[in-house]
């Protein structure tokens, strides 16, 4: 590369790093721009598909509440909206900056089994899609589908495009952000949910940090690279939040152990104060701004 596709930067430093979930040993190279922080992996290799095993996803079907329980998480979804919080998934967070309503057509790309679009579903919205070329075959019920599709290959339009850890994963951010504003409503907007080099992790173990995940990560931002790839597209980056988690250490010092993330067992290599400690580190990073994970919230400019 010799121009950084994001911020036409051109001071580069290289970076050696190496495949460790699995343990395979496998160098990749990665440069960071010195510009907009963005890595990117320069060594894409032919056979990614490599370092997906069976065993990297579950891709089996989505949990499916019953009846009463479908009903209960209705009714939690409504209490939240109303300002009544009581054991709240996750995702509530992610969506709250958001403005939706339950016929907001919504996106989720890189979908998995669509246990999120479900859970979604169950909170009452009724216009959900998820997109994954990796599941086993397409699904559709009442409220929602997943289409066996890549992401470039999606030719409808939405009021909110997801992507929880997925944008990672796709070759380019540049030709993402092309496609992504052609698939916004006027106004339509966007999550994405990513490792950032913003990382104090990234800053200190260097590449023994367990979100670069060499090499199935193909690039990672900072969060001027996310701010920049808005301005380029005519998105309005309205929020950003930090959302990184306790892994971010357990990981890492794992990584620096020489153990590979697969076939170790957490809970025999940390202690359960240790574990706590982490987790509580994560809350302070995220609110420093220096956690190794965020979420970019975007609309789509009125023309
Ligand atoms: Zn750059």
Redesign the pocket.
């Known amino acids: 590369m010799k121009e950084?596709e994001?911020?036409q930067?051109s001071e580069f430093k290289d970076i050696v790093a190496q495949e460790r979930m699995y343990d395979t040993g496998d160098i990749f190279n990665y440069i960071e721009?010195e510009?907009?922080q963005?890595l990117f992996l320069t060594d894409i290799p032919a056979d990614l598909g490599k370092y997906y095993p069976s065993n990297y996803y579950s891709f089996g079907s989505f949990n499916r509440s019953n009846a009463l329980l479908a009903l209960l998480k209705k009714l939690r979804y409504e209490a939240f909206c109303r300002g009544l919080s009581f054991h709240s998934p996750v995702y509530y967070d992610w969506l709250s900056p958001l403005s939706l309503n339950p016929k907001s057509k919504i996106a989720d790309i890189g979908c998995g089994n669509g246990q999120l679009l479900a859970e979604m579903a169950y909170s009452g919205f009724k216009q959900l899609n998820g997109y994954d070329p990796f599941v086993k075959a397409a699904f559709s019920s009442k409220n929602f589908s997943i289409y066996k599709k890549d992401f470039f290959e999606i030719d409808q339009k939405f009021d909110l495009v997801m992507f929880h850890h997925s944008f990672e994963h796709l070759p380019s951010p540049v030709e993402v952000f092309k496609k992504l504003v052609t698939i916004l409503n006027p106004e339509g907007q966007v999550l994405i949910r990513v490792p950032v080099t913003d990382a104090q992790v990234w800053k200190e173990e260097h590449t023994y940090w367990f979100q670069l995940d060499a090499p199935r990560h193909l690039f990672i931002p900072n969060t001027k690279?996310m701010e920049i790839l808005g301005e380029r597209f005519g998105l309005e980056l309205f929020n950003t939040t930090f959302d990184s988690m306790d892994s971010q250490f357990w990981g890492t010092a794992l990584y620096k152990k020489g153990k590979p993330l697969v076939g170790t067992e957490i809970h025999q290599e940390f202690s359960r104060q240790e574990l706590t400690e982490f987790r509580n580190k994560a809350l302070q990073y995220n609110k420093l701004k220096i956690g190794d994970q965020a979420c970019f919230y975007y609309k789509k400019k009125a023309q």
């Open positions: 950084c994001i911020c930067g721009c510009s907009c963005a690279s």
